[in-house]
């Protein structure tokens, strides 16, 4: 079965703003803007969600 382009895009971008939020959020707590707990929390979700996309395109783009 082909992957439908706009499911496997939609994983890409997940894994890109996840990605990207995870190197805001670091930044933010360098620069003093976030607590270690927050720090610790937002990381969490935003690897959660790139690992999630990442897991998905590994397998072609597909829910686990």
């Known amino acids: 079965a082909v992957e439908a382009p ?3 895009d939609g994983w890409e971008r997940q894994k ?3 990605l990207a939020a995870i190197k805001e959020t670091e930044l933010d707590h360098q ?3 976030l607590s270690d707990d927050d ?3 937002m ?3 935003f690897e959660r969600q790139a690992l999630e996309a990442m897991g998905a ?3 072609g ?3 686990g």
């Open 6 to 8: 706009s499911e496997r």
């Open 57 to 59: 395109l590994e397998r």
């Open 61 to 63: 783009g597909r829910r």
């Open 31 to 33: 620069m003093g803007k």
């Open 43 to 45: 990381r969490e979700r």
């Open 39 to 41: 720090f610790d929390r």
């Open 16 to 18: 890109r703003q996840a």
